[in-house]
């Protein structure tokens, strides 16, 4: 694990979509996962402008979104499909057919995480997968006692995790399992606040355990964490 500290928020969002805008000059149809969350906001806005200033080309590119609420429509407020489009869709040249993210609409999730696996594969795998991480050590919705061979699938979330992002009454997600990121080539981990200053230090120097799912990343070859200095604050 590479862990990079930066002094606040804003340099971890201009380091991070600098990193993605490496990934996608080099190769131009590279397949990313994507985040959702408070903590890659001002990255999106960082990759937005690097469109409109001419810097960089998404014409190529294929994104999955690494999660999604369900039951859920995707023109619910809380939805991710709702908060990729104001916050990047809509601004960029993702061809919409490229774009991916469950549907928190369906009646069958079963055969939509299934899919999602099979699109997944179709595309070669993720080159660059972009995480942020719960209190709770989740990665993408995948809560403590995910299994290390968890693919796409229909979770039940912590209660916890229900309160602290969603007004209504949802309290299930469709997720990327921990295998279909474990799968990715390179991935970015981004932590920044107090709050994150436990998990993160779970994440680098506890034991690898589903009792903190990001702690499994300790075994991926090449994963890199971006921390504010107060996610790094319990490091040493
Ligand atoms: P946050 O969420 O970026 O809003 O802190 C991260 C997560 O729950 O994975």
Do not use: W
């Amino acid at each position: 694990m590479k862990v990079k500290v930066f002094n606040n928020y804003q340099s971890i969002c201009s380091k991070a979509a600098m990193l993605i805008s490496k990934q996608i000059i080099k190769k131009p149809d590279s397949a990313l996962g994507l985040p959702t969350g408070s903590t890659p906001i001002t990255m999106y806005e960082k990759l937005v402008s690097f469109y409109e200033e001419g810097l960089l080309d998404y014409s190529e590119i294929t994104t999955f979104n690494l999660d999604e609420y369900y039951p859920i429509s995707p023109d619910n407020p809380d939805s991710f499909f709702r908060y990729m489009h104001k916050r990047f869709f809509d601004h960029v040249n993702v061809p919409e057919e490229r774009v991916h993210i469950l549907d928190g609409s369906t009646n069958k999730p079963k055969e939509e995480c299934k899919e999602y696996e099979e699109l997944i594969d179709k595309y070669g795998g993720l080159d660059l997968t972009i995480l942020g991480i719960g209190e709770n050590g989740h990665i993408a919705y995948n809560e403590p006692n995910s299994a290390p061979g968890s693919q796409t699938r229909l979770v039940e979330l912590e209660e916890a995790t229900v309160n602290s992002k969603l007004s209504g009454e949802i309290n299930q997600a469709l997720t990327m399992g921990i295998r279909t990121i474990m799968q990715s080539n390179q991935i970015l981990l981004l932590a920044s606040g107090k709050r994150k200053a436990e998990p993160i230090t779970k994440t680098i120097k506890g034991p690898v355990t589903t009792d903190h799912p990001a702690s499994f990343l300790q075994l991926h070859p090449s994963v890199t964490l971006y921390l504010d200095t107060d996610a790094a604050a319990k490091l040493n």
